[in-house]
């Protein structure tokens, strides 16, 4: 019988298991020893492992990364949490001047294993200012990885990656996908970075998803064959390193590709993953390609325009229709309620 743990839980079994392997492993962030543990990913952990491993922190991001990485630099392993990923704007000069260059500015002879934990918000009125998915940002960064799960096996065995690793890793959660259930094993494992998931095959168009958009292209894809449609699903998993060849292959088959993207689409990781396969394609095979992501506005509070701003399955299976079909096929699927969006009720 399948064990089924949601992504939460997973991160937090994780943590949990890393922890009592590893005395350095620690963890520290805004409500992180609160009764409620960050969404329930570090329920307990301080009551567990004492408060001098499990500590919360001051509103200082910028202050306290610089500890999170002094402890790294130290041999400590710390898990530094966010809340909200629109606070790692607060850290950047210690993100990307620090954590990023330490070991190539003194030869490799300093490591900074610091896993940066980050949730995108979505519903409950985030609105401007705690909504933002800002992974293209750190993509840009050289001694950067970037991470994005979608599932909870992914969840659970790409922490104890990041964990383990001996360089900085952007570990990025979109809260959609706390709740979200799936198979995990008990047992300790890693999920190892630069490797690209299908999650479902198919001939007619390419989906590559982000973090939660990767569900809604699932929802998409079965609304795509309500038309006749095939759509090759994948789930990149990890965004840097990103392994392009896997979509490469699938766009090879396909001859379109659609990426879905939470973020905003201009410089977006969407921009990026095309113009790679896109490199790898050129003078071998012309493909269609678009990109779709947040409106070019600042992220909205109400859940109306919320409807408007974000993809959603059926403007994903629309837009895939049109890139198979041609811009005159005019096709829109029945909505399709997401679960975890009706059942969102508020962070607190």
């Not at 002879?109 to 610091?114: A, I, R």
């Not at 705690?130 to 599932?151: E, W």
């Not at 900085?168 to 706390?178: C, L, N």
Request: charged letters at 20%.
């Amino acid at each position: 019988m399948e064990r089924l743990l949601t992504c939460a839980e997973a991160i937090h079994e994780a943590t949990e298991q890393e922890m009592a392997r590893d005395p350095s492993v620690l963890v520290l962030g805004q409500g992180v020893d609160d009764f409620r543990g960050i969404y329930g990913t570090t329920k307990g952990l301080a009551q567990k492992f004492g408060a001098d491993r499990v500590f919360d922190t001051p509103l200082a991001e910028d202050g306290m990364t610089g500890v999170a990485i002094g402890a790294a630099l130290a041999g400590m392993r710390p898990i530094h949490v966010h809340i909200r990923m629109d606070f790692l704007l607060l850290c950047m000069n210690q993100l990307i001047n620090i954590a990023a260059k330490s070991s190539y500015m003194f030869g490799g002879s300093l490591h900074v294993p610091l896993v940066v934990r980050s949730v995108i918000g979505r519903s409950w009125g985030q609105g401007a200012q705690h909504s933002q998915g800002l992974h293209a940002l750190f993509m840009h960064i050289p001694g950067l990885k970037v991470v994005a799960p979608s599932t909870p096996y992914d969840a659970k065995g790409l922490l104890i990656e990041a964990i383990r690793d001996d360089n900085p890793v952007i570990f990025v959660e979109h809260r959609m996908v706390h709740a979200l259930k799936g198979h995990v094993p008990e047992e300790s494992y890693t999920v190892p970075f630069g490797r690209a998931r299908i999650l479902e095959e198919g001939d007619d168009i390419t989906l590559v998803g982000i973090s939660h958009m990767v569900v809604e292209c699932l929802r998409a894809a079965q609304c795509l064959t309500q038309i006749g449609l095939r759509a090759e699903v994948i789930d990149p998993v990890s965004l840097s390193p990103l392994d392009a060849e896997t979509i490469v292959k699938s766009v090879r088959k396909t001859g379109k590709l659609l990426v879905v993207d939470t973020g905003w689409t201009p410089c977006g990781a969407g921009a990026e993953i095309v113009t790679q396969v896109a490199e790898r394609l050129q003078g071998e095979q012309v493909f269609r390609f678009a990109r779709m992501g947040y409106q070019p506005v600042p992220c909205p509070t109400t859940p109306v325009l919320e409807e408007l701003f974000y993809p959603t399955p059926q403007t994903i299976a629309a837009t895939a229709a049109r890139l198979v079909r041609g811009e005159a096929h005019d096709w829109m699927p029945e909505k399709i309620e997401a679960p975890e969006l009706v059942q969102f009720k508020g962070p607190f």
